[in-house]
């Protein structure tokens, strides 16, 4: 995979996520108790051995700079190649915002033409999940596509659920004979993972083709105006899958994580997860701590109650605190008998002694950073 | 011209052999410490928290584990264009090479990783102690006191002063005389092992012990009090805090246990002070439902299936259904079976204890007696080892993969 790079896109939009990305983009959300959703997208092509990466930012890309740095902690410091952030900005022909995806890809294409690799694989990022691209890779070459679109089929979705996503249709020799885009009405459950894997020149010419046009639309104006003209092919993943696309759906795949399966797909299966190191210490548990069911990361002192939780790092659970299908993001702090069920904490939320927040399991709390309560 | 005012010399070396198991493939500073630290952390933290950037690290019993993990230091920000950290191992000379004979030894073989950063102080520290001292303001008293070598003392409890090389001092703390282990100590002032050499004049006495018959080329044997009796001004800096030399398995017990007390005098979570590791790439640990763990630490990758109380678990430990730990140590990367009992025991990185077995075990069990244990009689598993189902190990035995059949108890 030496000769294959990675575009990940970061600006998807992401209005269901309400406070959660009112200052971050959903690749810089915090995801799984030590993660933002980037690193899974990050790792996955570190694990396959992509050296030379790309990641397109768009909107309040701050907190996702400060994550990445210099790419050190995936091992994307690198000479040759290593991790390109490529913001927009503004020249004589540039607006300084990408209109699309294909803008995107249209206003970067030096770094594209320079690099020496000969496949791209592009991704988005809200889209967590633990894999290598090295067996889609094999059946895109095997099966001579232009480009391969890499979908899960999801049979428990709801519609509401799909109608959120880009939906495919395949027939019997998995050539994608349809795409919708957010359908009202959803006609599949095949749901693109937003992963896709081109040749590089082809990829070139299609983004010259279609920003000359004034089209900046990956899906829409690569993928589906091409159906009939290029081989376009899907490759079903049947891994464990979290699409971050909504708070409910947010909520419940965190909450997903403590079976002991999805635990494995999504830290072990493919590789390790690799995220920013901080330095924390080891969690401590008090005497009348009681844990059960629940994912805690490095710095959290726990003296309360814990069960069915994610704590990020650093969370403090005060004694006689009670906290319960809660997600506790980083440094947020939980006083002595404050009771808490069915909530999502940003960071830095402190909740003062003894009070109580009980929202529902399909419809849990969201507490916004630094609020105190 | 690269210059650094003052050059830290760590020493690594020493076998640590009264660890025993834990240091037989492995150097002492490289011992696993605290959930997710080695020994070595606490000197190569304080040295940057202290602004010291250049650093050698003196290294000759199997220095494997210890170089990968020290690595280009970047864990530490040690990772500099100038300076920064460089393994000093032995080396063969033009005509002969030789081992590091002693402490003093070791640096004087190493004169020209020193002066190529020109410094004026050199400062010396040791690998097998945990605390976290700041090392400029020892080098602030050094320069204030116009001194040629400062030592770091400690007060310990006088009791225990017959155990140190206390320095006898006078009121403005100038080292007047220095007494290896006193039956009868007239101070209770202990070195630290932790000197600042003028290095000019470190220099000048390295060379001077090296062509000295006899000398053992030790720093508390022979340089130190050669310096004393040659009256070169000589003063101790007096450290407030935590400290433990962690050179046995009951002080290296000890100094784990003490990070479980409610407000540990050794305080990691210190935002200005931290102490840094190389980390693993694990995920958050997980607590089963049915899991107890109460006054115990945990890290990352830990899968906690059974009741852990008063222990330390690092990184990647599991522990299944009904197992119980109780005031253990369990290293990276130890598997628990079922149904295991594991008392009073440190076991070391990777081995994999099976279902049903009882690792401290003794003849006569008493819950009260359990809890209130002090870690006497530590049971000491050794690193890689796969301990089968129903293996009971007595309490107070260390055990490797050479002997660990022939102490396995019968019950």
Redesign the interface.
């Known amino acids: 995979m030496r000769d294959t790079m990675g575009i990940i896109f970061t600006g998807e939009s992401n209005i269901s996520l309400q406070e959660l990305t009112l200052r971050r983009s959903v690749a810089a959300l915090p995801f799984g108790g030590r993660y933002r959703v980037i690193d899974f997208t990050l790792s996955n092509m570190i694990n396959s051995g992509i050296t030379n990466v790309g990641l397109i930012t768009q909107n309040n890309y701050h907190s996702l700079m400060d994550h990445l740095d210099s790419g050190k902690q995936w091992d994307l410091d690198r000479k040759s190649g290593g991790l390109f952030i490529l913001p927009p900005y503004v020249s004589h022909d540039n607006t300084g915002w990408y209109r699309g995806e294909i803008d995107a890809l249209h206003n970067n294409m030096s770094y594209i033409r320079r690099s020496p690799q000969k496949t791209v694989v592009i991704s988005g990022s809200s889209m967590v999940c633990n894999l290598t691209f090295e067996d889609a890779m094999e059946f895109h070459r095997d099966n001579m596509a232009d480009i391969t679109v890499i979908y899960k089929e999801d049979k428990k979705a709801t519609n509401e659920e799909l109608s959120r996503h880009t939906l495919i249709r395949t027939d019997e020799s998995n050539r994608v004979w349809d795409i919708e885009v957010k359908p009202a009405v959803p006609m599949s459950d095949k749901v693109s993972m937003e992963m896709y894997i081109i040749d590089k020149r082809l990829f070139e010419y299609l983004i010259e083709e279609c920003a000359a046009r004034g089209q900046y639309d990956f899906n829409k104006d690569i993928l589906i105006k091409n159906l009939n003209k290029i081989r376009i092919l899907g490759y079903p993943y049947d891994g464990y899958l979290a699409k971050i696309d909504s708070v409910q759906s947010y909520f419940t795949h965190n909450l997903e994580l403590f079976s002991s399966e999805n635990f494995q797909e999504l830290f072990h299966h493919a590789g390790p997860v690799y995220t920013k190191v901080k330095d924390e210490v080891p969690a401590k548990y008090g005497d009348h701590a009681v844990a059960a069911n629940s994912l805690v990361a490095d710095g959290c002192v726990i003296e309360g109650h814990v069960e069915n939780c994610v704590l990020f790092r650093g969370v403090k659970i005060g004694e006689g605190a009670v906290v319960k299908n809660s997600i506790i993001m980083q440094d947020s702090e939980i006083q002595e008998k404050a009771v808490l069920e069915n909530v999502i904490l940003d960071k830095e939320v402190i909740i003062r002694k003894g009070r109580h927040l009980i929202g529902q399991e399909c419809y849990p709390v969201v507490i916004r950073k630094k609020a105190v309560i | 011209m690269v210059t650094k005012k003052c050059v830290a010399m760590l020493l690594a070396g020493g076998q640590g052999s009264r660890l025993g198991v834990l240091t037989k493939n492995t150097a002492k500073p490289a011992v696993p410490f605290?959930?997710?630290y080695r020994i070595i952390d606490f000197p190569l933290s304080n040295c940057t928290n202290s602004g010291i950037d250049t650093i050698g690290v003196l290294t000759q019993y199997k220095p494997l584990k210890l170089n990968s993990y020290i690595g280009i230091g970047?864990?530490w920000d040690l990772d500099r264009l100038n300076g920064g950290v460089t393994i000093l191992p032995p080396y063969m000379k033009q005509t002969a090479g030789e081992w590091y004979s002693g402490t003093a030894n070791a640096i004087c073989q190493n004169i020209e990783f020193i002066e190529a950063y020109h410094p004026e102080y050199v400062l010396i520290l040791s690998g097998d102690q945990i605390y976290k001292m700041d090392y400029s303001a020892m080098l602030e008293f050094h320069e204030e006191k116009n001194a040629d070598v400062t030592i770091a003392i400690l007060e310990v409890p006088w009791e225990d002063a017959g155990r140190f090389g206390i320095m006898n001092t006078d009121e403005d703390n100038r080292i007047y005389e220095f007494v290896e282990k006193p039956k009868n100590p007239i101070s209770n002032k202990a070195s630290m092992g932790i000197y600042i050499f003028n290095w000019k004049k470190l220099r000048q006495y390295l060379m001077e012990d090296q062509s000295t018959p006899g000398s053992s080329n030790d720093f508390g044997k022979d340089i130190i009090p050669k310096m004393l009796k040659d009256n070169e001004s000589m003063y101790a800096f007096p450290f407030k805090g935590y400290w433990r030399d962690v050179g046995t398995i009951q002080s290296l017990w000890e100094a784990n246990m003490d990070l479980?007390e409610?407000a540990p005098e050794l305080d990691?979570?210190d935002p200005g002070w931290?102490?840094?590791?190389r980390?693993p790439?694990?995920?958050?640990?997980?607590?089963?439902?049915?899991?107890n763990?109460?006054?115990?630490?945990?890290?990352?990758g830990g899968?906690i299936y059974g009741d852990v109380y008063h222990s330390?678990l690092f990184s990647g430990v599991t522990v299944g259904r009904g197992s119980k730990i109780h005031n253990s140590i369990l290293m990276p990367n130890v598997k628990v079976g079922e149904n295991t009992i594991i008392e009073n025991a440190i076991v070391a990185e990777n081995t994999v204890i099976g279902d049903n077995c009882y690792i401290g075990y003794r003849a006569h069990t008493d819950e009260d007696d359990m809890m209130d244990a002090k870690g006497n009689e530590i049971t000491v598993i050794g690193e890689n080892l796969v301990l089968p189902s129903g293996y009971k190990l007595g309490k107070g035995i260390m055990i490797d993969s050479d002997n660990f059949l022939a102490y396995q108890a019968v019950v």
């Open positions: 605290g959930g997710k970047q864990p479980l409610e990691l979570y931290r102490i840094y590791s980390n790439v694990e995920p958050p640990h997980f607590i089963a439902l049915g899991a763990v109460r006054r115990c630490i945990i890290t990352e899968i330390i």
